[in-house]
């Protein structure tokens, strides 16, 4: 869900409110805008950290598992070249 963030500018400075979802940021703009008719009111979307670092972690261990998947396959060839070496399970002999 896309988040955003309220950026409220009056005479006495500016301020900025996380809210939950765009939805919510509107209807409470309208309520503040109510309360004063100079004051600006912004609703600007922003990312969720929570689903960012999320995203950030998934393609890590993607990354990470791309990694040993291709050491695995890496080796298996060396394997497959050289079946007597000490470094190869050969089932049933050793």
Do not use: W
Not at 31 to 46: A, Y
């Amino acid at each position: 869900m896309l988040k955003a963030l309220m950026i409220v500018s009056a005479m006495s400075g500016d301020y900025t409110v996380p809210m939950k979802d765009m939805n919510a940021c509107l209807d409470a703009k309208v309520e503040v805008t109510k309360q004063d008719e100079d004051v600006k009111v912004l609703c600007i979307p922003r990312a969720d950290k929570h689903e960012e670092s999320h995203a950030k972690m998934e393609k890590m261990f993607n990354f990470f598992l791309g990694v040993v998947s291709q050491l695995r396959e890496q080796h298996h060839d060396y394997c497959f070249e050289r079946p007597f070496h000490e470094e190869c399970p050969v089932s049933g002999i050793r």
